[in-house]
């Protein structure tokens, strides 16, 4: 494509041939033509990794999610592979990241209790708990209740994602009674998000459905990029949290 932007037909055109033909360099063109949503996915991945993380390592991992992506796609099936080769590329990068397991035994513990704490601590009170009451819950100080967040913030990876998966890697046969549960988790999800404190409420809503970086909600709402960081973790763990308690009761 000779670093120009190809148009819809062109890309629908390169489609068409590498569907019928399987050819090295055709691939070479859509790669290329899609590339930058490996940088937008590891970028976006990379905000929540501690900073020893090399970004190329994440760039390569989605890279082969990519291939594997153009590879698979059914431009026929109607869906857009904007959305197919995200999901694909996500999950190749995460893959690797699981499999270096970086986050350290013990944080994944504390990361562990204070879930647990907090999920039974607001469905006690049935409403969000204040720093106060989940460092009282804990038996720590709010001090040390920061600095716990700071750490955990590493094991908050693509949170969400751990509950809700937006897309069938095949796109073929879809399990009804695991469609519903899918529905029924977005719906909790949602609610749930509903009753976070405003700032967090917001950090997520930017975050995730907006798209902007962290960098990005520390201008808007006027907070250091640590406390947004910091309103982050503390609620993916609510959400985790009061997600993991509602589930179990429906085991």
Same mark, same amino acid.
């Given at each position: 494509?000779?670093?120009?932007?190809?148009?819809? +037909?062109?890309?629908?055109? #390169?489609?068409?041939?590498?569907? %019928?033909?399987?050819?090295?360099?055709?691939? &070479?063109?859509? =790669?290329?033509?899609?590339?930058?949503? =490996?940088?937008?996915?590891?970028?976006?991945?990379?905000?929540? $990794?501690?900073?020893?993380?090399?970004?190329?390592? *994440?760039?390569?991992?989605?890279?082969?999610? $990519?291939?594997?992506?153009?590879?698979?796609?059914?431009?026929?099936?109607? @869906?857009?592979?904007?959305?197919?080769?995200?999901?694909?590329?996500?999950?190749? @990068? #995460?893959?690797? @990241?699981?499999?270096?397991?970086?986050?350290?035994?013990?944080?994944? %513990?504390?990361?562990?209790?204070?879930?647990?704490?907090?999920? %039974?601590? +607001?469905?006690?009170?049935?409403?969000?708990?204040?720093?106060?009451?989940?460092?009282?819950?804990?038996?720590? /100080?709010? &001090?040390?209740?920061? %600095?716990?967040?700071?750490? $955990?913030?590493?094991?908050?990876?693509?949170? *969400?994602?751990?509950?809700?998966?937006?897309?069938?890697?095949?796109?073929?046969?879809?399990?009804?009674?695991?469609?519903?549960? =899918? /529905?029924?988790?977005?719906?909790?999800?949602?609610?749930?998000?509903?009753?976070?404190? &405003?700032?967090?409420?917001?950090?997520?809503?930017?975050?995730?459905?907006?798209?902007?970086? *962290?960098?990005?909600?520390?201008?808007?709402?006027? #907070?250091? &990029?640590?406390? @947004?960081?910091?309103?982050?973790?503390?609620?993916?763990?609510?959400?985790?949290?009061?997600?993991?308690?509602?589930?179990?009761?429906?085991?």
């Amino acid at each position: 494509m000779n670093g120009t932007k190809a148009t819809p +037909e062109a890309v629908m055109a #390169l489609w068409g041939e590498y569907q %019928q033909h399987r050819k090295a360099e055709t691939r &070479e063109l859509l =790669v290329e033509h899609y590339l930058s949503l =490996v940088k937008l996915v590891a970028g976006r991945i990379a905000m929540s $990794l501690p900073q020893h993380v090399d970004r190329d390592d *994440l760039i390569s991992n989605g890279f082969f999610g $990519l291939l594997d992506a153009i590879e698979k796609f059914d431009p026929t099936r109607g @869906i857009k592979f904007e959305t197919y080769g995200v999901a694909r590329i996500r999950g190749a @990068i #995460l893959d690797a @990241i699981r499999a270096q397991d970086w986050v350290p035994t013990s944080l994944r %513990q504390k990361a562990k209790q204070y879930e647990q704490v907090i999920a %039974q601590l +607001e469905h006690n009170l049935g409403r969000s708990a204040t720093d106060e009451e989940i460092a009282g819950a804990l038996g720590v /100080e709010v &001090e040390e209740l920061y %600095q716990l967040l700071s750490r $955990l913030n590493a094991s908050t990876l693509i949170p *969400l994602d751990e509950f809700i998966k937006t897309e069938t890697p095949t796109g073929q046969c879809i399990n009804p009674s695991h469609q519903v549960e =899918v /529905e029924e988790t977005k719906e909790l999800l949602a609610q749930t998000i509903d009753k976070l404190p &405003e700032k967090e409420r917001l950090v997520i809503s930017l975050y995730y459905y907006d798209g902007l970086t *962290l960098k990005e909600i520390s201008l808007i709402l006027k #907070l250091s &990029e640590a406390r @947004i960081s910091q309103l982050h973790t503390k609620a993916i763990f609510r959400l985790r949290g009061a997600l993991s308690r509602i589930k179990s009761c429906l085991v």
